[in-house]
T-cell receptor, first 111, second 117 residues
Framework: QKEVEQDPGPLSVPEGAIVSLNCTYS??????FMWYRQYSRKGPELLMY????GNKEDGRFTAQVDKSSKYISLFIRDSQPSDSATYLC???????????FGPGTSLSVIP | NAGVTQTPKFQVLKTGQSMTLQCAQD?????MYWYRQDPGMGLRLIYY???????DKGEVPNGYNVSRLNKREFSLRLESAAPSQTSVYFC????????????????FGPGTRLTVL
């Protein structure tokens, strides 16, 4: 079993839809959870960063962590064509641990 | 402020050839990383350097060597390229205070697309 799993998609939604992207993980020591966005032929860029369980909101984006279920989610409200990208979840244990990335979910938002 | 730069952007090699991928950052970061990205596999860490003068193996180091030339530059060398090394290679850097929540926030370069025939 991989440490971090993500549905690879592709996920295709109409503009304005609410998008839910998810990751599951197996290591209960993970404490820091991140979402990276990667546009085609570009490097990943950090989108959101969450510590431990709970929700974090930033504009149209909400990150949710449920450590009891080992499950994290990223919600995108009012999705836009510019949100079309691959979304990678990432996580680590302590501040000194290496980051483990999920394989990514490809999202297309259709105008 | 260029961030993280990588050269070359594209490269085609024949099996057995060698090459060095170059990476530089201008953010005064201590830590630098090399990843490879393959379809369905996500980003896998090849080598990393926590500070100038130190390097450590990641998840998939076989077939690669690295050099942390100075604080800015971190190169990845393929001594004898194999078709299994066909991939997209990303360099990243991070520089938060050790122990701080953003310590491992990583900034990525644009990638090098390598094909080994």
């Amino acid at each position: 079993q991989k440490e971090v799993e993500q549905d690879p998609g592709p996920l295709s939604v109409p503009e304005g839809a609410i998008v839910s992207l998810n990751c599951t993980y197996s290591n209960s020591a993970f404490q820091y959870f991140m979402w990276y966005r990667q546009y085609s032929r570009k490097g990943p860029e950090l989108l959101m960063y969450t510590y431990s369980s709970g929700n974090k909101e930033d504009g149209r984006f909400t990150a949710q962590v449920d450590k009891s279920s080992k499950y994290i989610s990223l919600f995108i409200r009012d999705s836009q064509p510019s949100d079309s990208a691959t979304y990678l979840c990432a996580m680590r244990g302590t501040s000194y641990d290496k980051v483990i990335f999920g394989p990514g979910t490809s999202l297309s938002v259709i105008p | 402020n260029a961030g993280v730069t990588q050269t070359p952007k594209f490269q085609v090699l024949k099996t057995g050839q060698s090459m060095t991928l170059q990476c530089a950052q201008d953010m005064n970061h201590n830590s630098m990383y090399w990843y490879r990205q393959d379809p369905g596999m996500g980003l896998r860490l090849i080598y990393y350097s926590a500070s100038e003068g130190t390097t450590d193996k990641g998840e998939v180091p076989n077939g690669y060597n690295v050099s942390r030339l100075n604080k800015r530059e971190f190169s990845l060398r393929l001594e004898s390229a194999a078709p299994s090394q066909t991939s997209v290679y990303f360099c990243a850097s991070s520089g938060g205070l050790a122990g701080a929540p953003n310590y491992n926030e990583q900034f990525f370069g644009p990638g090098t697309r390598l094909t080994v025939l």
